[in-house]
């Protein structure tokens, strides 16, 4: 089945401070822009981003907006280069965001750093490339103070922290039909295929200490991931193959008040889908 993650939508406090952070501030083009619900485009081929009043979400998705401490997942914006981590890690800083660790060199090869936007949700900036030392670095660090930045990462991708990395793949992989990437003992990773985000799994205290926040967390997690299917029959479908893989239907599938149609359901950790089309049920 292999359902997508066509749309990325965070639950926020302001719309218009968080949409003035990622629009203005981090250069993401806006898409729709409904007052309460915005829509945002990240890059191509990848899932969009949407903001949506806290409360609102939380209602949509059936369950109470209470919630606090670490959500249990971070967004990564992978680019090309170094110089665009540290693009993106300042702007954030100049926009109200907050560094929570500044970019330098990854065990795995790379570079990358993390910041948090004004409502507490976490993203990673990456890249294959290392910058140069010396005083090229130094001077492209300074140029950064003027650059206005256009958010447009090759590749943005999902990292759900889980309790248990080998059910959490079965849900995933056999459940869903979501086909492995890379599959390591702490980390598993899934590619959902064109004009999606990619979906990765680590364990929950290591993706906090991944993000340099604490793992503490409870409540709704204030995020959402959205598959967009063709028919309100698919819609259906997706819902009742979660529920036999291991997830639960939060909402079951109904008219939308957006004029289509539309339900939840949750993996084995309670992460929020939405699965929803444009089409009405017949």
């Known amino acids: 089945m292999n359902p997508q993650i066509n749309v990325i939508t965070l639950g926020v406090e302001d719309p218009a401070r968080a949409t003035e952070f990622y629009s203005r501030g981090l250069g993401c083009p806006v898409q729709e822009d409904h007052g309460e619900f915005v829509s945002l485009r990240l890059g191509a081929g990848t899932a969009s981003l949407a903001l949506y009043r806290r409360a609102a979400l939380a209602a949509d998705a059936g369950v109470s907006p209470e919630g606090s401490g670490f959500r249990g997942f971070h967004l990564s914006a992978i680019f090309d280069t170094a110089a665009d981590v540290d693009t993106l890690l300042a702007a954030a800083s100049r926009a109200g965001g907050t560094v929570i660790k500044p970019a330098k060199s990854a065990l795995w090869g790379g570079y990358s750093g993390t910041f ?40 943005v991708a999902v990292t759900l922290g889980v309790s248990d990395i080998k059910a959490a793949k079965q849900f995933y992989g056999q459940g869903l039909g979501c086909p492995v990437d890379k599959d390591y003992s702490k980390f598993v990773s899934f590619n959902l295929g064109d004009g999606s985000s990619s979906l990765a799994l680590y364990r929950w205290d290591a993706l906090a200490a991944d993000a340099g926040v604490p793992p503490a967390g409870s409540g709704f997690r204030a995020f959402t991931l959205s598959s967009i299917a063709d028919s309100s ?11 036999r893989a291991g997830g639960a239907v939060a909402v079951p ?22 699965a929803a089309s444009r089409a009405h049920a017949q």
């Not at 030392?133 to 090759?154: H, I």
Request: charged share 30%; hydrophobic share 35%.
């Open 233 to 243: 029959e698919q819609v259906d479908k997706v819902l009742a193959v979660a529920d």
């Open 116 to 155: 948090a936007d004004p409502d507490g949700n976490v993203w990673k900036a990456a890249s294959n490339s290392k910058p140069p030392r010396g005083a090229k670095r130094r001077d492209a660090q300074a140029a950064l103070a003027d650059e206005r930045p256009a958010m447009s990462p090759k590749e």
């Open 253 to 274: 599938g109904q008219a939308a008040s957006w004029g289509g149609y539309s339900g939840y359901f949750t993996d084995p950790d309670g992460t929020l889908w939405k």
